[in-house]
């Protein structure tokens, strides 16, 4: 499979990935346990695919869905992100990797998953990034295209997670919820009230989303002197 080379982008815009930089830290294994509990959470059959939401913008969810990503791919398992966040994408800041060319370019035709994904630098792990930002970003999601491209995926990757925008605000990760194996709501302690995370867990269940569970991030709790920033 032909991948592109990483173009990093600037400096400025790196974003901290705890998993890859200190996989012995707290916080790694707190993504770990989430990598379990989305393992048990999926007993009965394969999670091949999924998407990382949260209920609102600020919420982590784009951190989370990284962290979770590397951790997968430091399994073994051959894992491909991608930016579905068409409105606001995160994911190749993170990588610091170039957005010239991605998901919407394959999207409306312009592209293939092979000449758009990058192979990052962390092993097993391929990203997607969103492309250039289009107009429509739910109709693009909604198309068979979309169907196809994460059909074509599934036949090279052990596990295709996708991270979407916040449910509340449009309607992206209700759209993707239908063609994914399963969905991971993430909410921010001392942010997310509880009317929000129960109206985001109400708009995925019309979606026909199978909801693995829920990230509870920003948690501090006090364990041996050190803290733990994300809990499950």
């Known amino acids: 499979m032909f991948r592109r080379r990483r173009n990093q982008s600037k400096p400025s815009k790196?974003?901290?990935?705890?998993t890859k930089l200190n996989p012995k830290s707290p916080i790694?294994?707190?993504?770990?346990?989430?990598?379990t509990?989305?393992?048990?959470?999926?007993?009965d059959e394969e999670l091949r695919s999924m998407l990382v939401t949260s209920s609102s913008p600020s919420e982590g969810k784009s951190m989370t869905t990284a962290n979770l990503a590397v951790v997968n791919a430091q399994q073994g398992k051959k894992v491909l992100l991608i930016d579905a966040d068409m409105r606001k994408p995160t994911v190749h800041y993170t990588f610091r990797l170039d957005n010239l060319h991605g998901l919407?370019?394959?999207l409306v035709g312009e592209g293939t998953l092979q000449t758009a994904t990058f192979a990052s630098d962390v092993d097993?792990?391929?990203?997607?990034?969103?492309?250039?930002?289009?107009?429509?970003?739910?109709?693009?999601?909604?198309?068979?295209?979309?169907?196809r491209l994460l059909q074509e995926a599934l036949e090279i990757?052990?596990?295709?997670?996708?991270?979407?925008?916040?449910v509340l605000?449009?309607?992206?990760?209700?759209?993707?919820?239908?063609?994914?194996?399963?969905t991971l709501l993430v909410i921010r302690s001392g942010q997310t009230n509880i009317e929000a995370a129960t109206r985001a867990k109400e708009a995925l269940l019309p979606a026909k989303a199978r909801l693995l569970g829920t990230v509870l991030n920003?948690?501090?709790?006090?364990?041996?002197?050190?803290?733990?920033?994300?809990?499950?």
């Open 157 to 166: 990757y052990d596990l295709v997670i996708f991270d979407t925008p916040p």
């Open 169 to 182: 605000a449009v309607t992206d990760a209700q759209i993707l919820a239908n063609i994914v194996d399963g």
């Open 37 to 43: 509990n989305l393992q048990f959470a999926a007993v």
């Open 218 to 232: 920003d948690r501090e709790k006090r364990a041996s002197n050190y803290y733990y920033y994300y809990g499950t």
């Open 124 to 147: 097993n792990l391929d990203i997607l990034s969103s492309g250039p930002i289009p107009p429509n970003p739910s109709e693009l999601l909604g198309s068979k295209r979309m169907a």
């Open 28 to 35: 790694s294994e707190q993504f770990r346990t989430v990598r």
């Open 14 to 18: 790196m974003r901290t990935l705890i």
């Open 104 to 106: 919407s370019n394959i």
